[in-house]
C-alpha cells in the first residue's frame, strides 16, 4: 500500500525535512537545555521554549496542554515517550514527587508499576521510533499503535501495529482465534491501514532496568487478507491470509 499524502506538495516536505533529522535536531535542543521532566500521574510533563515546543510538534512528541503563557509552553509525553527521550535518546532528565532526578532504573521500576507490560509495549515504540516511524496510540481502532511515514499533518497513517511477545500467557494472547484475526484485518482493511503483528523476542524475567531490552529482538510481519479475485491461483480456505515482512 503506498503512501496517501494530504496534500500535492506533502511528500516534497517530508522529502525535504526526514523525521531522523527533526528528532537529531530536538535532542540537540533538550540536550544543551539540560531539559527536565516532571512526573504527573502516568504522564510526564515538560516546559519548552518556543523552538523546543517547535520541535516537540515537528516530531510528533507529546500533547500540547494549553495555558496563558506566550513564551512557555507544556507538553504532556506519554510514559514511553518519555522513557525513550530519557534512556534511548539520553537528552531528557525526569525528576519525581520528591523533586529528585530519578535514575533509569527507579524510572524503569516506576513505569513497570504503572503499565502492564510495559516492557514490550516500550520495546516495540523504541524500535518503530529508531526506524524513523512517527508512533500513535491506535486505541480508536482497536490496535496498540498506528504508524505514520512522516508528521501527521503530512500523511495518513499507513500501517495498524499489534505488539505481542513470548511472556504473553496462552489465555491472553490476542489473534489467537480465528474471529478476531478476520475481525482485525477487515477493520483495517476499511480504514485503508495494513496490519503489522510486532513479535517482542527475548524479554528477560528479571526486568530490573531498561538494561533487560538490550538482548530483545523484535520481528515485524504483515497480515493481510487472501483475495481470490486478485490471484490466478487457486488456493484453499487455510490459505486465506498471507504473511510477509515488512520494510519496519
Known amino acids: 500500500m503506498a503512501p496517501r499524502w494530504k496534500g500535492k506538495d506533502s511528500e516534497a516536505k517530508a522529502l525535504a525535512e526526514p523525521m531522523s533529522e527533526i528528532v537529531l535536531a530536538l535532542r540537540s535542543s533538550l540536550t544543551t537545555s539540560k531539559c527536565k521532566g516532571l512526573i504527573s500521574g502516568c504522564?510526564?510533563?515538560?516546559?519548552?521554549?518556543?523552538?523546543?515546543?517547535?520541535?516537540l510538534n515537528r516530531a510528533c512528541f507529546g500533547r500540547?496542554?494549553?495555558?496563558?503563557?506566550?513564551?512557555?509552553?507544556w507538553y504532556e509525553l506519554t510514559l514511553h515517550e518519555a522513557l525513550y527521550l530519557?534512556?534511548?535518546?539520553?537528552?531528557?532528565?525526569?525528576?519525581?514527587?520528591?523533586?529528585?532526578?530519578?535514575?533509569?532504573?527507579?524510572?524503569?521500576?516506576?513505569?513497570?508499576?504503572?503499565?502492564?507490560?510495559?516492557?514490550?509495549?516500550?520495546?516495540a515504540y523504541s524500535h518503530l521510533r529508531k526506524n524513523n516511524w512517527v508512533v500513535r496510540s491506535g486505541s480508536q481502532y482497536g490496535v496498540d499503535y498506528v504508524v505514520y511515514?512522516?508528521?501527521p499533518a503530512l500523511v495518513h497513517s499507513e500501517y495498524a501495529v499489534i505488539v505481542l511477545s513470548e511472556r504473553d500467557g496462552i489465555s491472553n494472547e490476542r489473534l489467537k482465534l480465528w474471529s478476531d484475526l478476520y475481525g482485525t484485518i477487515r477493520l483495517c482493511g476499511g480504514v485503508a491501514k495494513t496490519l503489522i503483528?510486532?513479535?517482542?523476542?527475548?524479554?528477560s524475567n528479571e526486568t530490573d532496568s531498561p538494561i533487560c531490552?538490550?538482548?530483545?529482538?523484535?520481528?515485524?510481519h504483515t497480515i493481510s487478507r487472501w483475495i481470490p479475485e486478485q490471484t490466478r491461483e487457486k488456493r484453499s480456505d487455510a490459505n486465506f491470509h498471507r504473511v510477509i515482512k515488512p520494510h519496519i
Open 213 to 220: 531490552l538490550e538482548n530483545c529482538n523484535v520481528e515485524a
Open 149 to 151: 511515514r512522516h508528521h
Open 86 to 123: 530519557c534512556y534511548t535518546l539520553n537528552c531528557l532528565k525526569i525528576i519525581g514527587d520528591d523533586g529528585v532526578v530519578k535514575s533509569n532504573k527507579e524510572l524503569w521500576h516506576f513505569m513497570i508499576s504503572e503499565v502492564d507490560m510495559f516492557p514490550k509495549f516500550f520495546q
Open 197 to 203: 503483528v510486532l513479535h517482542v523476542l527475548g524479554i
Open 64 to 73: 500540547l496542554i494549553v495555558t496563558s503563557q506566550k513564551d512557555r509552553q
Open 43 to 55: 504522564r510526564v510533563l515538560i516546559e519548552a521554549d518556543t523552538e523546543q515546543s517547535e520541535l
